[in-house]
């Protein structure tokens, strides 16, 4: 069965976007367990939990991650840093409690980052990479193990932007907890092409040497509002955006990663975010 949701509000508590997702036909969940925008922790009760835990299984929708908070960087100063260690923490370990898969992570991005990837696809020295590797590994030892640190490609000149040093970075890792989320939008900025069944094929061979596509653990499918290899991530409605439609429809087709959560994270056809539209124009393509 294909897993087709959508990034929805947790305002008001986690049940809010299990209730919203299921209204708009998706059986697959994102959400933010805090506030993005600030530092302050999630807190459920038990309660919730349980209503929670109820809801899902009674709409089927399953699995759901957390996206991070927008403010995290892995790689800034000591005093980012630290606040991002611990929000990532607080956050992976309600992760555990409510049977949520791992958090979506932006890593952030370097001090002293280059304006351009080396030939290794790297944003900064090898040795500006110990603090961010220092950060996911305080992370993950502080954190339960049946929760997944999963870093999110990115589409500007920010940890993540190419493949390599995604591979790069999940390698030294070495940590089975540490997986890849796809953002077509983001691979769309970062000068991918994937518009093509052909073109897919070569992209996940690479990926596969370079980072495993075993560690592919969910797509976010969106559109952009820019031209390819612009290097902005702006999102934009499924169809009416630069992508292209050959995008989406190789993506669903695709045995070896249609097997993986598809999550939309497009802006909505009335500026609410993902809605029912979207999702059903991405579940077409695979007719």
Known sequence: MLRIGAHK????????????????????LQIFSSPPRNWKPGTPTDDDKKTFLDLRQQYDVDPVYFHASYMINLAGSPENREKSINALIAELRIASAFQVRGSVIHLGSFKNGKKEANEDGLLAEESEYEVLFDSIR???????????????????????????????????????????????????AAGYDISTPKLLESFLDRFDKLVGLKLLELWHVNDSRDTFGALRDRHENIGEGSVGD?????????????????????????????DKENLDRFRAFSR
């Open 138 to 188: 305080q992370v993950l030892a502080e954190t339960p193990n049946d929760t997944l640190f999963i870093i999110e490609n990115m589409g500007m000149r920010k940890i993540g932007m190419s493949i390599e040093e995604i591979g790069f970075i999940v390698q030294n890792i070495n940590s089975p907890r540490v997986r890849v989320c796809l953002d077509t939008c983001h691979l769309h």
């Open 246 to 274: 050959g995008v989406f429809k190789a993506l669903i087709a695709n045995n070896r990663v249609n097997d993986r959560p598809f999550i939309c994270e497009a802006p909505g056809f009335d500026g609410s975010g993902p």
């Open 9 to 28: 509000s947790s305002a008001g508590g986690y049940t809010t976007g299990v209730n919203e997702v299921h209204e708009i036909g998706g059986n697959c």
